[in-house]
């Protein structure tokens, strides 16, 4: 139960700590994408991968934004891991997809990615070119934020208070924010079913 009341009370603190003018910031440049008839490409490894699959269905479904992920090609991602490398394959994604100024990229990361460090440099390569076309950026994004909030439109950072909790803290407020944004009046589109459910 300690581990229970622990993990329990770090989530509180979280709640308390979440950056709400980063989320704010966020649903007003999801809301000029969309008004701009921009593309939203969600970029994530891992956990942050199947968060992009999801996010991905609700930007579409419920907010209306054309959204889209590397993830969900399977067989043009191991295509291009395979015959081009890990590093680059989420980049040259991009650059077929046309990726241009009135798109957006975000990214589910836990540490947000790290060229020094030699970890995720596929979302670091992807937000370089990002940078380099003129994109918008946001993210969620655990410990420091990584290169994701060096070079951030808008980022929330989950704070970590337990160094041993770090990626289930970070990825389960992950799911928290984007289900907040979607469900946003700012954003929000099209009802949802159990909400319309009497």
Not at 76 to 98: F, P
Not at 146 to 156: I, N, P, S
């Amino acid at each position: 139960m300690n581990y229970i009341d622990k993990f329990l009370e770090e989530a509180h603190k979280i709640i308390d700590s979440i950056d709400k003018s980063a989320v704010n910031k966020m649903i007003e440049l999801l809301n000029n994408l969309r008004n701009n008839s921009g593309r939203l490409f969600i970029l994530g490894v891992g956990g942050g991968a199947g968060h992009a699959s999801h996010a991905v269905n609700d930007f579409r479904k419920i907010c209306g934004i054309e959204a889209y992920t590397p993830t969900d090609n399977v067989s043009e991602l191991t295509a291009r891991v395979n015959d081009d490398g890990w590093e680059t394959a989420y980049v040259n994604w991009l650059k077929i997809s046309n990726l241009n100024k009135n798109d957006m990229i975000f990214v589910f990361s836990v540490g947000g990615g790290n060229a020094e460090k030699n970890i995720s440099l596929n979302i670091v390569k992807s937000l370089q070119l990002a940078k380099e076309v003129g994109v918008k950026i946001c993210g969620v994004v655990g410990r420091d934020g990584g290169y994701t909030a060096q070079v951030a439109d808008a980022c929330v950072i989950i704070p970590s208070f337990n160094s041993v909790t770090v990626t289930p803290q970070t990825e389960g407020f992950q799911a928290v924010v984007w289900h907040l944004i979607v469900s946003h009046p700012k954003l929000q589109k099209f009802e949802m079913k159990w909400e319309s459910v009497k």
